[in-house]
């Protein structure tokens, strides 16, 4: 045990699911909840990287994956990955205890207006207002505004937490056995690295069935 010393400071922490900390939320296990036993997967996005790992994570469940837009998981650099965590983690940090009267309110036409300039002609108006149906809700009425809100999780903007190597990304698409269809449009997503788009439906078709 160390000795005491009022010259030190020692902070000592229980981990979530650790000692006396709090345990991890239940995940939302769908498929097991409804017994099924093989699954067709469609994703765009950030949903198409989910059913890629699904896929490849219990290749034996998924009978079909289809994804628009994308093949697998963003990646990124390791020295890319490792000077930006610190960053990543205070932006995580700050969007986590952004007090919600902080959060920006708009009307529900600006709201549009900045969607549609965000996607850069890739989504034209009708479609971004289908969008809005759930991508957006009404200011509480405590917080004494008129207008809307994303109503996204602000923390999936930090998303380079979550990023993985290519070397991962193409180990991962030898392992997803299910049929793939795999949907790209025109103009469709821009990619930092689209070598390794590429190289994922390369290892989709020799792989897959």
């Known amino acids: 045990m160390l000795e005491k010393d009022e010259n030190l400071a020692i902070y000592c922490i229980d981990l979530p699911g650790h000692g006396k900390s709090s345990h991890y939320p ?12 093989k699954v067709t ?22 009978e079909k994956l289809i994804n628009i837009d994308i ?7 390791q020295l890319k990955h490792a000077e930006a965590t610190g ?7 700050q969007y986590e205890n952004l007090p919600e009267s902080k959060l920006p309110c708009y009307s529900y036409d600006e709201m549009v207006e900045l969607v549609l300039d965000a996607y850069d002609g890739s989504v034209d108006l009708p479609s971004v207002k289908i969008l809005m149906e759930r991508g957006m809700s009404s200011a509480p009425e405590y917080l004494h505004k008129n207008g809307f809100h994303f109503s996204r999780d602000l923390r999936l903007k930090v998303s380079l937490l979550g990023m993985f190597t290519e070397e991962q ?3 991962y698409a030898e392992r997803i056995k299910c049929k793939v269809l795999n ?9 930092e ?3 390794v788009y590429e190289q994922v439906i390369e290892k989709l078709r020799n792989n897959a069935e």
């Open 87 to 93: 960053f990543a983690i205070d932006k995580y940090l």
């Open 71 to 77: 093949a697998g998981p963003t990646v990124r650099s």
């Open 183 to 191: 949907i790209r449009a025109e103009p469709g997503m821009k990619f």
């Open 193 to 195: 690295r689209y070598d």
């Open 41 to 62: 997967l469609m994703g765009h996005s950030l949903g198409g990287a989910l059913t890629f790992m699904y896929a490849a994570s219990f290749p034996n469940e998924v």
């Open 26 to 37: 239940k995940g939302m296990q769908i498929v097991k909840k409804h017994g099924w036993e």
């Open 169 to 171: 990304v193409l180990i």
